[in-house]
């Protein structure tokens, strides 16, 4: 038996953020978040069911990966052969179009494809809103991934895992885009996995975050029903900012930043001083992203690289939900 599925997913970067677990065997937050999908960075998945094989295969961008890797990816597709009532193994592809565990979300396009990919594969038939909940048990992040535009992801109730998954509130199509300032691509040293449990762990700011982005989210929310873009930049700025600073108060203190983070920081404040509005947002890494208007992303551009070269700044439009690939669509 050979059945193949191939599905492309593009990541998202939280506005407003997901930071720590209420169960971590099945990836339930402590409180929903709210992201945009990008369409300049995605993953491309392929599943082929091959009762020949012993055990999954799983290669990234070509390259055959070690037992550890494969037994996440193995444990993830359980999920589907349970659902299936079928015990046959697979083998993996996935082509990471973004760098790999950087802070840019790769873990988001990532699981979001294997999961549609999966999905085809076993041909489960499932519905995007249970996909949503199946793609959050591989990252939570990725729950996000499955729809393009603005994405809620609702924390949902108790321990119930099919409360928990995501819904595109707004396509975006009112002038937004973001740019990313590329400071360092390569593999973080801590995984967002562990630096957000221990944040939840130790840091006394913990409680005080929560009741932030629950706040955050509410305002954040009424800003897109009215297309305050203005609005939307403050609270995306000030929620990554309070995510951070709850990291630096766990023990040890957790800080993704380098030297270069703060001068991008720095120069969109004075990019905006000098008023064109746009807004740092920074993840579990120190690359930082800036949210502003797609008409005036060159302007921004021309002043980003008075600091930066050209190869770090990369700009996106908004992004789409996951799509299925044929044939002919798969290039590799
Ligand atoms: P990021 O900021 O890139 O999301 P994370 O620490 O959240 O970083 O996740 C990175 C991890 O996600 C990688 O170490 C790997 O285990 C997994 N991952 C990344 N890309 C893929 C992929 N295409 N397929 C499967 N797993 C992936
Ligand atoms: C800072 O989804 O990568 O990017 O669920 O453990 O896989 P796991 O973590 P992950 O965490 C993302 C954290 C973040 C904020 C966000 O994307 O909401
Ligand atoms: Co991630």
Known sequence: MRQIGRCRAHTNIALIKYWGKRNNDLFLPMNSSLSLTLDAFYTDTSVTLDSNLEMDEFFLNGMKQDKDETKKISRFLDLFRQTANSDVHAKIESYNHVPTAAGLASSASAF???????????????????????????????????????????????????????????DASWDIGMIVIAINK???????????????DTSPF????????????IAMKEAIKQKDFIKL????E???????????????????WEPDSVKAINKVKEIRNNGIPCYVTMDAGPNVKVLCRQSQM???????????????????AVGEGIKQLTDTEWSY
């Open 186 to 200: 390569n593999k973080k040293k801590l995984s967002s996995r562990i630096g957000m449990k221990l944040t939840v």
């Open 233 to 236: 930049g403050e609270i995306t």
């Open 238 to 256: 000030s929620n990554g900012m309070k995510m951070h600073a709850t990291m630096l108060g766990a023990t040890p203190p957790i800080s993704y």
């Open 112 to 170: 979001a494809a294997l999961a549609g990919a999966a999905n085809t594969a076993w041909q489960l038939n499932l519905d995007k809103q249970t996909l949503s909940t199946y793609a959050r048990r591989g990252s939570g992040s990725s729950t996000r991934s499955i729809y393009g535009g603005l994405v809620e992801w609702n924390m949902g109730e108790g321990d119930i895992s099919e409360s928990s998954y995501a819904i595109e509130i707004d």
């Open 298 to 316: 060159s302007d921004i551009l021309d002043k980003l690289k008075e600091s930066f070269t050209n190869d770090q700044l990369i700009c996106s």
């Open 206 to 217: 913990y409680p005080v975050w929560v009741t932030e982005a629950k706040n955050d989210l």
